[in-house]
């Protein structure tokens, strides 16, 4: 029996060759018992004489995952005795990184579980480190979403991305048509909010010359750009009622008219909408159709924002600020930091980056201190502040809002220039009337 169980063990260990992305053949109790090139290339060797467990050379655990807090594969597998599947951060030569890991049991002749077989995916879509990849995280909200985003990625489902405004929903809808077999093709997004009836279908379905006043020439449309690819709405929730019965026929039947045209277009795409909005609130105040809702309904995610995820907030900074200083030289301190997470950001990771940028004109050195950012954060608290009684004018609230921007500018018109985003002649003239 023991010479079967041996042999089976070493077929295990060849077989792992078969796969293309990293594996490791593990034990009921952890221990790792083989890995294949893929893994060794991307996770390193492994020292067999110290009985190595998965929890300890993956995270650096004296315990299984799910007595340190965290979803463990290996112990859901043995539980269910089929295939489970978790996003977990691994430690790797490069430092922490996101794997989709995937946990395959494997039973022996007398149906008793013997062995693992432990596939870890790399998740190139986001880093849990300061990084230049548009998706940063390690706080358990950010990987539930970005668990989401890799299992929905290689299907043809539809996506609703569901959060607060800034809460990076492009981005998102970007890794999702990245991570599908539609990748080769083109994302075309249609942000919703501000179209007419009339421009909404004319930039979707597009026009013949001639349709309209001003339709000079044929316009393809939006619908016919995303042919094979990813149709991204942002906004959705801003669709006129009128349309959405056209817009539900699309999604129904993949077929449209261009407006002023007789001719039925078809169009294959995978649709992703996004929106800020309680669509089902929408539905049961009936501005929003309850059959179109269901429809693009199909997978939703949940887009944590800055608050649910503010243990991110350090890595995020850092790695915006490599993006925003082309130098290299500006560095953010500690207080700064924790000014930042004691913000609420409304405005989510759009509102950091803005604060960020804001930071390197009023610092005078390349250092970014909390001093600085907390006035980032009063130049907001300023310009935002309403009157309870009276609400002064437009001249009169800007006025005010210039005076304060002075005052934290420590009087220096060019940067004050600079953060309000005009020219240092507009704001003389500005002071002066």
């Not at 009985?51 to 269910?80: I, K, N, T």
């Not at 043809?156 to 080769?184: F, N, P, Q």
């Not at 600079?418 to 003389?428: E, P």
Request: net charge negative; aromatic share 6%; charged share 25%.
């Amino acid at each position: 029996m023991n010479l079967i169980v041996s042999d089976m063990k070493s077929d295990l260990a060849a077989l792992l060759e078969g796969f293309d992305v990293p594996a490791i053949l593990v034990s009921v109790d952890y221990e790792i018992l083989a890995t294949n090139h893929h893994y060794r290339d991307s996770f390193g060797e492994i020292d067999y004489r110290q009985s190595p467990r998965c929890f300890r050379v993956s995270h650096g655990y004296e315990v299984p995952c799910d007595q340190a807090g965290e979803s463990c594969p290996l112990s859901a597998a043995r539980a269910s005795g089929s295939k489970e599947r978790v996003l977990h951060i691994h430690q790797t030569p490069r430092g922490r990184e996101h794997v989709d890991v995937e946990m395959v049991p494997i039973k022996a002749p007398d149906g008793s579980l013997k062995y693992f077989v432990e596939l870890l995916k790399p998740v190139p879509i986001a880093s849990a480190e300061i990084s230049s990849a548009d998706m940063v995280g390690s706080s358990p909200a950010f990987n539930i979403m970005l668990e989401h985003i890799t299992r929905v990625g290689p299907t043809d489902a539809s996506v609703l991305l569901l959060g607060e405004s800034g809460t990076g929903k492009e981005l998102a809808a970007i890794a999702i048509h990245r991570a599908s077999a539609r990748s080769d093709h083109a994302i075309v997004t249609l942000e919703c909010s501000g179209l007419t009836e009339t421009l909404f279908e004319s930039e979707l379905f597009g026009h013949v010359k001639g349709a309209f006043t001003g339709a000079g020439f044929n316009s393809p449309g939006l619908v016919a750009a995303a042919d094979g690819g990813t149709l991204f709405l942002d906004e959705i929730g801003d669709v006129p009622l009128a349309m959405q019965v056209k817009l539900l026929r699309l999604i129904e039947t993949g077929t449209y008219r261009p407006v002023g045209s007789q001719e039925v277009k078809r169009a294959d795409f995978r649709l992703i909408c996004a929106t800020h909005k309680d669509l089902f609130d929408m539905v049961r105040q009936g501005s929003f159709r309850e059959d179109l809702y269901y429809r693009i309904n199909v997978f939703p995610i949940h887009m944590p924002s800055l608050q649910e995820r503010n243990t991110d907030i350090p890595v995020l900074a850092k790695s915006m600020l490599q993006k925003l200083d082309k130098s290299g030289r500006c560095v953010i301190t500690e207080s700064a930091v924790k000014a930042l997470q004691s913000h609420r950001f409304h405005g989510n990771i759009r509102e950091l980056r803005n604060i960020l940028a804001r930071a390197m004109v009023l610092s005078n050195t390349h250092v970014i201190d909390g001093k600085v950012i907390s006035q980032c954060l009063a130049i907001d608290g300023a310009a935002h502040h309403e009157d309870e009684v009276a609400l002064p004018d437009i001249r009169t609230n800007e006025a005010l809002y210039l005076q304060r921007l002075l005052a934290a500018c420590d009087n220096d018109k060019e940067k004050a220039a600079s953060v309000a985003g005009i020219s240092v002649r507009s704001l003389y003239r500005k002071l002066e009337s």
